[in-house]
């Protein structure tokens, strides 16, 4: 499967931004996915999970109750709504996609990537 990230961009604190994940492939229904960013001078990070069919998610504490995280199988699309943004949300962000268990995607085993897209929130 191939990812490609888009919809960063620059917001003032408090706004927010809808990611989307586009993928390749007609199998991506089975896929579960996650989304990751990583900061200049920081390790990738965990943000958000979603199970194939979307009956599940997971997310970071940072941002648990400002970001969703949904998917669209018809259209092989992952979205992470991003809401109350904060400057230190400021990264790339990453999608991601596996076949293993869902509850490995934190882990970062056995993922696909994406290209990421960057966010910036400003103070």
Known sequence: VQLQASGGGLVQAGGSLNLSCAASGRT?????????????????????????????????????????????NAKNTVYLQMNSLKPEDTAVYYCAATLLSFSTIPTMRGLYWGQGTQVTVSS
Do not use: C, M
Not at 37 to 42: F, I, L, T, V, Y
Not at 43 to 69: C, K, L, M, P
């Open 28 to 72: 991506f229904s089975s896929y579960h996915a996650g989304w990751f960013r990583q900061a200049p001078g920081k390790e990738r990070e965990f943000v958000a999970a979603i199970s194939w069919s979307g009956g599940d998610s997971n997310y970071a504490n940072s941002v648990n109750g400002r970001f969703t995280v949904g998917r669209l």
